[in-house]
């Protein structure tokens, strides 16, 4: 058999690459030790396990070239493979209640914070309804469930360094609550000049000319940082079996006895590892993750990854029907085996960020429900749509905070008085983007139990006690105001103009 040319080159080729590799991560190793060098004594240890971390991540960016999945590959994942939750709730409730939630964990992704709403520190501190933030909905939704069933399930708060000092000051006023709370960090990573792959930071400060130069790398970061904080070993070894995991901002995400009994009671050579809530995507939810079948596995498939030649296909509502909710149920024991045995695959996402002075720079990052694929016995539980309730904007946050659903013990219903279970679409124009200037264009919260779509653009106010019904259009333009009066019945109705009430 004779080589070719292109056989030589490519030998070549896979061999300068090789060393271009290996210079970029020699680099990377020199700079990080530069910046370790100036941590303090109580950082250091902290500092290293976190860039020891970064190097994994980073000599697998090196790696990987092209897209992480063959499009031909990818299958509808098996029937039986993601169970509708009905069929989970057939089952009944546990026959012990109380034992089963002691076996469990309640863990929530807390590393955001709340700058996409106009607001400063943690995200989780945000007022959500009635002065509750979404922390103070979290302790109380745990608090009644261990009081109801003389339970003891703790709350851990994954928390960022963006976050952190702010979230512990507030713990303190839980104190006299039933309910156990604990944090660790998500590791704090350096982001990368685009083109040198060098990290941009110059010491391991957090403030002045090193205030962009970290990042918290994703919630895939949660197995490796819950393992390094020592929080699992301790979990474990009171007795602790899974965790259910989710964002904090999803109000819809509150422990499901029926989801715990289906873990709980599975036979110990068969026992499910993993259960991603997926719930079935509408025309708003096109960008989220799907579920597919891979190589014999059950795999999380998320936009990133897909070739630009069939994004089209990857948002249509007709091939993948669902989407993850980022709801999810891992068992500790597993997650352990997987952290020592450094088997716990993921694929990398690559963020490219542009920092304030205008340098390209890219964050590594990964996501926990992308860790599905190494798990045993894995499956989907196609959850009803109210599981799946995340605040991320202020039309989310004019929805959670109308008469559209009720508050109990921390939780969130839709009310009963709706005739159609689905929420309304909301969309507020750029005036409302920050909580401060949305609550102030609201006398109070219109009555929408009958609404099926609201778009508002421009200088809009709201009197009291105004009713929206049907489809509901406001739209002032450019230098107009509209000020829709006290009392106001609006049904199917466009608003646009210049409508301003003034007192006299």
Not at 34 to 43: C, D, F, R
Not at 112 to 120: F, V, Y
Not at 264 to 272: I, L, W
Not at 295 to 314: G, M, N, S, T, W
Request: hydrophobic share 40%.
């Amino acid at each position: 058999m004779s080589l070719t040319v292109a056989d030589l080159t490519r030998g070549v080729m896979t061999e300068f690459q090789e060393k271009l590799r290996q210079q970029h991560e020699e680099s990377l190793n020199r700079e990080l030790e530069t910046l370790l060098a100036t941590a303090s004594k109580s950082e250091a240890e902290i500092t290293r396990k976190d860039f020891d971390g970064f190097k994994k991540l980073f000599h697998r960016f090196l790696q990987v070239k092209g897209p992480s999945v063959d499009w031909a590959k990818i299958n509808r994942p098996p029937e039986d493979s993601i169970q509708p939750y009905e069929k989970i709730k057939a089952k009944g409730l546990p026959g012990n209640i109380t034992s089963c939630l002691n076996k469990l964990v309640v863990v929530k992704l807390n590393g955001g914070l709340g700058t996409s709403m106009g607001c400063k520190g943690p995200k989780s501190l945000i007022s959500v309804r009635n002065e509750n933030t979404f922390l103070d909905l979290t302790v109380q939704q745990i608090e009644h469930l261990n009081n109801t069933f003389n339970a003891d399930v703790p709350l851990v708060l994954m928390n960022s360094f963006n976050t952190d000092e702010d979230t512990k000051k507030i713990l303190q006023k839980y104190t006299h609550h039933r309910v156990t709370i604990h944090t660790f960090n998500q590791s704090r990573y350096p982001r990368i000049n685009k083109e040198s792959l060098l990290p941009v930071a110059k010491s391991m400060a957090t403030s002045g000319e090193n205030a962009e130069a970290w990042y918290p790398p994703g919630h895939g970061d949660i197995y490796a940082s819950f393992d390094n904080s020592g929080l699992l070993d301790k979990l474990i070894a009171e007795g602790r079996e899974y965790i259910f995991v989710s964002n904090i901002d999803n109000l819809g995400a509150t422990v499901d006895l029926f989801i715990l009994q289906h873990l709980m009671s599975q036979p110990a050579d068969k026992r499910c590892e993993f259960i991603m809530e997926v719930t079935d995507k509408t025309r708003a939810d096109v960008k989220g993750g799907t579920l597919i079948q891979y190589e014999d596995r059950l795999r999380l498939l998320e936009i990133a990854q897909v070739p630009k030649a069939h994004v089209d296909e990857f948002k249509s509502v007709t091939k993948f029907k669902i989407f993850n909710t980022n709801n999810l149920w891992i068992s500790l024991a597993a997650i352990k085996r997987l952290q020592e045995k450094n088997n716990m695959d993921m694929e990398i996402i690559v963020n490219p960020k542009t920092l304030d002075g205008g340098l390209n720079v890219i964050q590594l990052e990964t996501a926990v429900g992308a860790a599905i694929k190494s798990f045993n016995n894995a499956m989907g539980v196609n959850v009803p749509r109210s599981r799946f309730l995340p605040v991320k904007t202020s039309s989310d946050l004019l929805l959670v905070m109308s008469n559209l659903y009720s508050l109990d013990a921390g939780s969130l219903t839709m009310s009963k008085k709706r005739e159609f279970q689905t929420t309304p679409h909301v969309k507020l124009g750029s005036s409302f983007t920050k909580v401060q200037e949305f609550l102030a264009r609201f006398e109070n919260i219109p009555d929408m139990l009958e609404l099926d779509h609201l778009t508002v653009s421009g200088d809009v106010t709201f009197g009291k006690n105004v009713s929206l019904k049907g489809t509901v259009i406001i739209i002032a333009n450019h230098g107009d105001r509209i000020d829709i009066p006290a009392g106001a019945m609006l049904e199917n109705k466009i608003v646009s103009g210049n409508l301003r009430i003034l007192d006299h």
